[in-house]
């Protein structure tokens, strides 16, 4: 190469360079004129935290905090229900007949038939696992046995543990009812020729099983009893308790007085995909005729607030503006002027879809907090 075209060469890779450090220094400018960093330098307080947002106001939705006393009311939807359904024992021999879904059966009465043989409902606590028979030790299911059968009028005596002769003869009355004649109805109790309950009567819910077919639950069953059930937030569920005063409004616009029978705070796993149960008030009708006409169906559930903070007056805010924050901590975001500023706040009393602020500091009546 010579020396007239070594400088050309090098000529030319200076002009490339130069055009290189052109262009970024181009880019670096497009991104400051974009981001502006030098306005979040000034808005980073001590703690490294933006107190306040440049936003185009205009364009949030607001509404204006509130000063009064909040609803002295929560009202809810509910539902009329049945408790948790559950599943009868496994049919041990061949299905021949089914229950039918909605039919409520009393103790003593056919829950299914199986093997051509009746299988009536039988209510305790504890399944039957033994053969009973007069020279079994004694145990509860002996008990149970009795109790079942003297409600039946099969069994005269007081229930004990003990299975005597006169278990034995109560037994075989009992068998002898249900058809069975000659060794059939030997007085010897076998588990799988009942169906067992913890209570009775009961409800059947869904039938599970199909004729000719063993080894599968014939069908689920419910109580006959009817409760009303809501679904509450956190902060609710923590104003409420059991013994509090309610009013249930039934689909024709009736209404029964009622108190809570318990509260649940929720949290517990459901076993599906680490889902946790959801905070709920529970209603019981120790007269059920008030309820029974209606099934299960959605109804209304009208607590008061008995709390003392539900006659004092404090500021309120749609429950859209409250922004929950990390370790159970809430926040509005306010309007100021051009600006947007988030204000910690403490929660009290939630009715209406509006909320109590039990503390906000800086916040007044007349101010405008951002809602969704």
Same mark, same amino acid.
């Given at each position: 190469?010579?020396?007239?075209? *070594? #400088? ?12 290189? +450090? ?23 307080? *001590? /703690? ?27 009202? @809810? ?19 021949? &007949?089914?229950?039918? *879904? ?32 007069? =020279? +079994? ?11 079942? @059968? ?24 009992? &068998? #002898? ?19 067992? *309950? ?7 819910? &869904? ?8 080894? +599968? ?16 937030? $956190? ?10 005063? $309610? ?25 599906? =995909? ?46 859209? $503006? ?15 002027? =051009?600006?947007?500023? #988030? ?12 909320? &109590?602020?039990?503390?906000? =500091?800086?916040?007044?009546?007349? /101010?405008? +907090?951002?809602?969704?």
């Amino acid at each position: 190469m010579t020396r007239t075209e *070594a #400088r050309r060469f090098g000529t030319r890779r200076r002009i490339i360079a130069t055009i290189m +450090v052109i262009i970024v220094i181009a880019g670096l400018a497009v991104t400051c004129v974009a981001t502006k960093p030098w306005t979040l330098i000034g808005l980073l307080t *001590a /703690d490294g935290r933006s107190p306040s947002r440049n936003v185009d106001v205009t364009t949030l939705r607001t509404q204006p905090v509130t000063k009064g006393v909040l609803n002295a009311e929560t009202r @809810l939807g509910a539902t009329l229900q049945y408790d948790k359904a559950s599943d009868f024992a496994a049919a041990t021999g061949t299905i021949t &007949q089914l229950p039918v *879904a909605g039919k409520q059966i009393n103790t003593g009465e056919q829950v299914y038939e199986m093997d051509g043989v009746s299988v009536p409902l039988f209510h305790g606590e504890r399944p039957f696992w033994r053969t009973l028979q007069t =020279d +079994v030790s004694d145990g509860p299911d002996v008990t149970q046995l009795e109790r079942n @059968l003297a409600e039946l009028g099969f069994f005269g005596g007081e229930p004990d543990a003990h299975f005597d002769w006169m278990t034995r003869e109560a037994v075989r009355q009992w &068998q #002898r009812s249900l058809g069975l004649t000659g060794d059939a109805a030997d007085g010897m109790f076998q588990p799988a020729s009942v169906a067992v *309950a913890p209570s009775a009567p009961i409800r059947i819910t &869904q039938v599970k099983a199909k004729l000719g077919e063993s080894n +599968v639950s014939p069908a689920s069953y419910t109580n006959v009893t009817l409760h009303v059930e809501a679904t509450l937030t $956190a902060t609710q569920a923590a104003t409420f308790k059991a013994g509090d005063k $309610a009013q249930v409004v039934l689909p024709d616009n009736t209404t029964i007085d009622a108190t809570l029978a318990a509260v649940d705070q929720g949290g517990q796993s459901t076993g599906t =995909d680490g889902q946790t149960t959801s905070p709920s008030a529970r209603i019981d009708f120790p007269d059920q005729s008030q309820v029974a006409k209606f099934g299960p169906v959605s109804v209304n559930l009208v607590i008061p607030n008995a709390s003392a903070s539900a006659n004092t007056e404090t500021l309120i805010v749609p429950v859209t $503006a409250i922004v929950a924050s990390a370790g159970n901590t809430y926040a509005v975001d306010v309007v100021r002027g =051009d600006m947007l500023i #988030r204000v910690p706040v403490e929660i009290g009393l939630v009715a209406n879809a509006q909320v &109590q602020l039990t503390k906000a =500091d800086g916040l007044k009546a007349g /101010d405008k +907090v951002v809602v969704s």
